[in-house]
Structure formats: structure tokens, C-alpha cells
């Protein structure tokens, strides 16, 4: 009968014929010191055996345990995309992530209703010593005074969609904002509307991405037809959405297009616009933000400006890495701009004559 006893690193020196030290350091990756033989032999011995690495153990000695928290919950299409670039990143470099996050994940509000919660959430994750943490934007303002005592404690930090304008003490990575709202407002514009109109989000601490869009949209409008972009936004609860699409909708004169600082709102627009017996594109164009997994489906289709979240949350999973090995550790937090991808669908078009 074959023996049940998980194979030990002696085991694996021993059949290999190599000291336990020189066995450990092979498997660690430290080769340069022995010949390739020697190499070959340990892993063949490793691989016939079954041995596996014990990352208890292996932290215990390096101070590492190759895990990552991650507090962004699967929100939306965006935030799954996100989370699928940094486990990619993480996955290629033997780092395992740990997710967590507050509440229901349908419930966006809820995320900011339990700071306790959240900051239980972040000690679980640096009881089990993860080396580094990627925050989502909510966290990012919660937990602000605690970040101190993190880079104390040598855990560098990676915030998704919040950047500091002082004293700025983690790393950011976020859509480029100006960029992608002038992309918003030239194409609204060589379409002929010169009466423009903006949906917001709630603009809650956290949501300094929302503020800074419709901003860049406003300024960007501004300069390219000295135009004035009326402006609402939702309530500090995220419920009146719909009622503030019929107020946009129902003004005099009314506008010929709006822009929504996310799909979500975009949605809005949709369903005000259908009460209302507008016609989207022909009485009124409409284009959003994110390009999410409903925005194609939408009748007509929305046209919106496509973010890079893989490439967000590879960047994040990639700065987060480059601190740990040493590259960045000491140089001060930097901010990464991603561009984002007009995409143009059915929902825009020419002023009607």
C-alpha cells in the first residue's frame, strides 16, 4: 500500500543526494550557485515525490506569505473585470489574493453604512500577514487615517479610483478622467447639441472619480463652444435617479443630449425618456460611461465611453508587486492615469434640424 506521509523537504534531499540546505534553496528559486545538474536532479526528486513548498513555513522565513488583500467587491462588470486583471497579475507571480468586502453586493450604499465592519474586514486581512492591500474607492476614504500605520507596518497599499490631492500616501490607479470627458464632449459637439446636460452620481466622499468626470465635462464643453453643461445629480442615498432624468428631460428648452458619469445613470435617462415619448437618438441623445455588460443591449444601443478595468487591476496588481520586490519600495506614492475608448452606438446622433 503506498504511503500516506506528505513528502518532507529531507525526503526530497535525501533522493536527490543534496544537503537539506542546498535542497531548500533550489526549491526556492535561488540557483545561481548550483550547477544545472544539481537543479535538475532536486526538481525531478520534488516532482517524483510530490513535495509541495509550505507557504507557512516559507513565510516564517522570508517574512512573506505571497498574499494580497483585495476589498473590491463584484459590484458590476467593471469591478469582475478589475478583480480578473489583478488575480491574473498576482496569479503569474505565485501571489494568491484574498478578496473580502462589506454588505450585499447589490446594495452600493451599503458599503458605507459599517465603517466598524470594513476596518474588521482590513484587520482579518493583516492578521493573516497579507504583504500588500488593494482598496476599492469607499475604503480607500474610510480607512484613510489608518494608512499611516500601515506603511509603518511596510504594507504597501494600492487604492482603485481615488485620487489624493495632498498628502497623498498610496498609490492610485484610475481611468484618465480628462482625457476621456473631452472624448465625451467632442463628440457630443461635432454632432451639432449645444444644449447639453449632465447626470451625476451622488458625488459621496468616495466618489471623487465622479466629480472630477463631470468637471473635466463641464470645463471641456465649455472651452470647445463656450457652452454652460446644466448639471444634477443623485441624492446623497443614490434613490431619485429617475426623478432626476425627468427633471433634466422636462426642462425648457429642453436638452438635446446628456451625458450620465456611468451607465447606471444612463439607465435613468432611458426609462425618464420612454415616459416622456422622447425618441433616443432623435429627440435626444444620450451616452454614458463605462461601457458595462448591458450597455450594448440596450435599445437602442448606449454609447459610452469602454474603461480598461483588466488593465486597471493589472497595474494595481502590478505596482503592489513592484514595492514588495523592492523596485519602488521607498519611492514616494505615485498616481496611474488608464485612457478609456469612446464607443459610438445608436443612442447619439445629429441635432434634428
Known amino acids: 500500500m503506498a504511503s500516506s506521509q506528505v513528502p518532507r523537504l529531507k525526503d526530497v534531499a535525501a533522493k536527490a543526494n543534496v544537503s537539506l540546505s542546498a535542497a531548500s534553496r533550489i526549491l526556492r ?6 550547477g544545472e545538474e544539481t537543479c535538475d536532479r532536486v526538481l525531478e526528486a520534488a516532482r517524483e515525490l510530490g513535495w509541495r513548498r509550505n507557504l507557512l513555513v516559507s513565510g516564517m522565513q522570508t517574512g512573506r506569505t505571497r498574499t494580497i488583500g483585495v476589498m473590491i467587491p463584484p459590484f458590476d462588470s467593471f469591478w469582475v473585470d478589475v478583480l480578473a486583471g489583478i488575480h491574473l497579475v498576482l496569479a503569474q507571480a505565485d501571489y494568491l489574493p484574498i478578496t473580502v468586502w462589506v454588505g450585499d453586493c447589490q446594495e452600493m450604499p451599503h458599503f458605507e453604512k459599517d465603517e466598524d465592519e470594513g476596518f474588521k474586514q482590513i484587520s482579518r486581512l493583516l492578521d493573516r500577514r497579507v504583504d500588500g ?15 499611516r500605520e500601515l506603511l509603518e507596518r511596510k504594507v504597501p497599499v494600492a487604492v482603485i479610483d481615488h485620487e489624493y490631492s495632498e498628502d497623498q500616501i498610496a498609490d492610485s490607479i484610475e ?6 470627458a ?9 454632432l451639432g447639441h449645444k444644449r447639453i446636460a449632465c447626470l451625476s452620481s451622488r458625488e459621496a466622499a468616495w466618489q471623487a472619480w465622479a466629480v472630477r468626470r463631470r468637471e473635466c465635462f463641464e470645463q471641456a464643453v465649455e472651452e470647445l463652444c463656450g457652452v454652460e453643461v446644466t448639471s444634477r445629480r443623485l441624492n446623497p442615498w443614490g434613490t431619485d435617479g429617475l426623478e432626476v432624468a425627468r427633471e433634466i428631460l422636462s426642462q425648457t428648452p429642453r436638452p438635446t443630449a446628456v ?3 456611468t451607465d447606471h445613470e444612463a439607465l435613468y435617462l432611458y426609462e425618464a425618456a420612454a415616459e416622456l415619448g422622447l425618441e ?14 448591458f450597455a450594448a443591449t440596450l435599445r437602442p444601443a448606449l454609447t459610452t465611453m469602454r474603461q480598461r478595468p483588466r488593465e486597471i487591476g493589472r497595474r494595481a496588481a502590478q505596482l503592489i508587486l513592484d514595492r514588495l520586490d523592492g523596485e519602488m519600495f521607498d519611492s514616494p506614492p505615485t498616481t496611474i492615469r488608464v485612457g478609456a475608448d469612446l464607443i ?3 443612442s447619439t446622433g445629429r441635432v434634428a434640424e
Open 344 to 346: 459610438v452606438r445608436k
Open 182 to 190: 473631452r472624448a465625451v464632449a467632442e463628440h457630443l459637439i461635432s
Open 133 to 147: 492591500l488593494i482598496l476599492w474607492p469607499s475604503f480607500a476614504v474610510a480607512y484613510y487615517d489608518h494608512f
Open 29 to 34: 528559486g535561488e540557483r545561481q550557485r548550483f
Open 259 to 261: 451625458f450620465a458619469v
Open 175 to 180: 481611468t484618465d478622467e480628462a482625457a476621456s
Open 280 to 293: 433616443i437618438p432623435r429627440d435626444l441623445s444620450i451616452i454614458g460611461f463605462a461601457d458595462l455588460d
